[in-house]
C-alpha cells in the first residue's frame, strides 16, 4: 500500500486549504485513515480520523470544529478540509492507514502500518 499527501499550501490566516490523501496497491475498504501533524521540534500528533465499518470519524481537540474530513473508498481517497486556519497549524502533515484497529484507540501513531510522505502547511499570521 502507498499513500500519496498533497494539498499542502502557503495560506494567510482564516484561510483553507484541502489536503488530499490518495491510497494505492492492495487497500481495503475496511482500514482505518487518519491524518497527522508535526511541527518543528514538536512530535508528531493526530488530527483526525476515519472508519467505514464501524462508520466513525474521530477529531482533536484543538480542531474545533474547523476541519472535516471524508473518504471516498471507490477513488481511495481521504480529505482534509480545512477551514479558519491559524498560525499554529503550521507544520507537516501525513496520512496514514491503519489495516486493523480500535476505535477508542485510532489517535495512536503506533496503531498505523502505512505512511505517506507528508505536505507542508504553512499559516501565515
Known amino acids: 500500500v502507498q499513500l500519496q499527501a498533497s494539498g499542502g499550501g502557503l495560506v494567510q490566516s482564516g484561510g483553507s486549504l484541502r489536503l488530499s490523501c490518495a491510497a494505492s496497491?492492495?487497500?481495503?475498504?475496511?482500514?482505518?485513515v487518519a491524518w497527522f501533524r508535526q511541527a518543528p521540534g514538536k512530535d508528531r500528533e493526530f488530527v483526525a480520523a476515519?472508519?467505514?465499518?464501524?462508520?466513525?470519524?474521530r477529531y482533536a481537540d484543538f480542531v474545533q470544529g474547523r476541519f472535516i474530513l471524508s473518504r471516498d473508498n471507490a477513488k481511495k481517497t481521504a480529505d482534509l478540509q480545512m477551514n479558519n486556519l491559524k498560525p499554529e497549524d503550521t507544520a507537516v502533515y501525513y496520512c496514514?492507514?491503519?489495516?486493523?484497529?480500535?476505535?477508542?484507540?485510532?489517535?495512536?501513531?503506533?496503531?498505523?502500518?502505512?505512511w505517506g510522505r507528508g505536505t507542508l502547511v504553512t499559516v501565515s499570521s
Open positions: 496514514a492507514a491503519a489495516k486493523s484497529f480500535r476505535v477508542p484507540t485510532i489517535s495512536d501513531t503506533r496503531l498505523y502500518d502505512y
Open positions: 496497491g492492495r487497500t481495503s475498504s475496511t482500514y482505518a
Open positions: 476515519i472508519t467505514w465499518v464501524p462508520e466513525v470519524t
